[in-house]
Structure formats: C-alpha cells, structure tokens
C-alpha cells in the first residue's frame, strides 16, 4: 500500500495562467476527494468521485475549476485562469466506499499564485 | 458561526503530560468524526475514527464523542515533542454516504521537551 499521491507538490504560476494537478488514490479505493486548505484553515470539502461518476461538488467550486476521473483510477484537478486567492494547499483523499468515512490524504500540491 | 468549531490555540503542554483537543459542533446530523494530526505543509494524517458517541482508544490516543452534547475530545497520554503538530477534528453525517467531511480550524500543539 503506497498510499495517496499527489502532483505536483508545489506549483507556483501567474495570474491567469491555468494549472493542472493530479492524484493517485490508494488502489481499490473507488471514492476519491478533492479539498482546499489554505492558511490557518481546515481543509474544506471541493468534490468527490466515485469510480468514474463526480457525485457532488460544493459550492466553493466555482466554474474555473474542473475536476475529471475519466477511468476511476487517478484524477485530475485543473484550475482556469488562476486568482490570486486560488492560493492554498489541494489535497487528495480517497477511501473505499463499502468501508466507513475513514479518508486518507495524500500530501497536497501548494499553489502559489503570483 | 461554522459548523465546527476548534480554539486554534497553540496550546504549549510539557513532555509526559496529558493533552485534550475538542471540538463543538452545531449539525446535530452528524455522526462520523474523526481525528487528523498534520505537520506543517503535509497532507493530514488519519488517527482516530469513531462512530456516535462513546470512547474510543488506541495506543496513548483517546477519543470521545458526547452527541448530546455536540462535543468530541482527543486525549493524548504521556506526550512526547514528536506530537507537535495540528490536530484537525472532522466529522460527516453519512459514514457510507456522499458527502465530504467538515472539519475544524485544528489547534496547533507544542510539546515543550
């Protein structure tokens, strides 16, 4: 088990450049999330898959953002025309649905937005 | 006012004494919380999951959930330096459902050797 991946793990970018990140769940895990962390914050809830299907996605994501799991296996999460106050650390999680809410997290991708 | 809500601290606590973290809630829907412990600029780390209310404990971890009181604690025995870090509450309503957890602002923990 190598756990969750993520990458990059640090992208720094322009005002309005678009920047893409991608996540590798841990295998047989069919539920995968993105969420947001920024400074001093919690993480807060953007969007989960399970398998292929994106089954909800939270208000905080606005449509800039798009996030994509085209064969249930690792996702992407893409940002268009980047804000300054996208700044913040994207975490992973994923978890196997027939087992309870235990979600494990990969390390994160840090935006900078300059 | 959140949904949860967790004193951001720091909390400074000597090696070897016992530290307690908590978390209020407000959505009486809840009934899956959890317990991450994040070091700085890493992803968080899964260390406790319980289900309704009662105690749960593993290793020097304890966790317990008071439902009537929308209240969850983390208790942490004989404490060692390697335990600073942030500790973030998170609960959901549905264990095996859609949604996302919610969690706290975390309290950030110093352990002073």
């Known amino acids: 088990d190598t756990g969750v991946s993520q990458d990059p793990r640090h992208k720094i970018t322009k005002r309005g450049q678009n920047v893409t990140f991608r996540c590798d769940p841990i295998?047989?895990?069919?539920?995968l999330y993105w969420y947001r962390q920024t400074l001093g914050q919690g993480p807060e809830f953007l969007t989960y898959?399970?398998?292929?299907?994106?089954?909800?996605k939270s208000r905080l994501l606005s449509d800039r953002f798009s996030a994509e799991r085209p064969k249930g296996s690792f996702s992407t999460l893409e940002i268009q025309r980047t804000e300054q106050g996208d700044s913040a650390m994207y975490l992973c999680?994923?978890?196997?649905?027939?087992?309870?809410?235990?979600?494990?997290f990969g390390p994160g991708t840090r935006l900078t937005v300059t | 006012q959140k949904e949860v809500e967790q004193d951001p601290g720091p909390l400074s606590v000597p090696e070897g004494a016992i530290v307690s973290l908590n978390c209020t809630y407000s959505?009486?829907?809840?009934?899956?919380f959890m317990w991450y412990r994040q070091y700085s600029r890493k992803g968080p780390e899964l260390l406790m999951y319980?289900?309704?209310?009662g105690n749960k404990e593993d290793g020097r971890f304890t966790a317990q959930v008071d439902k009537s009181s929308k209240y969850i604690s983390l208790f942490i025995r004989d404490s060692q330096p390697s335990d600073s870090a942030t500790y973030l509450c998170?609960?959901?309503?549905?264990?095996?459902?859609?949604?996302?957890?919610?969690f706290g602002k975390g309290t950030h923990l110093i352990i002073q050797p």
């Open positions: 999680a994923s978890r196997y649905a027939l087992a309870s809410n235990e979600q494990y």
């Open positions: 295998s047989e895990h069919n539920r």
């Open positions: 898959f399970q398998n292929e299907a994106q089954l909800e």
């Open positions: 959505n009486s829907a809840f009934q899956y």
């Open positions: 319980t289900y309704s209310s």
């Open positions: 998170a609960m959901s309503a549905s264990g095996g459902g859609a949604d996302g957890l919610t």
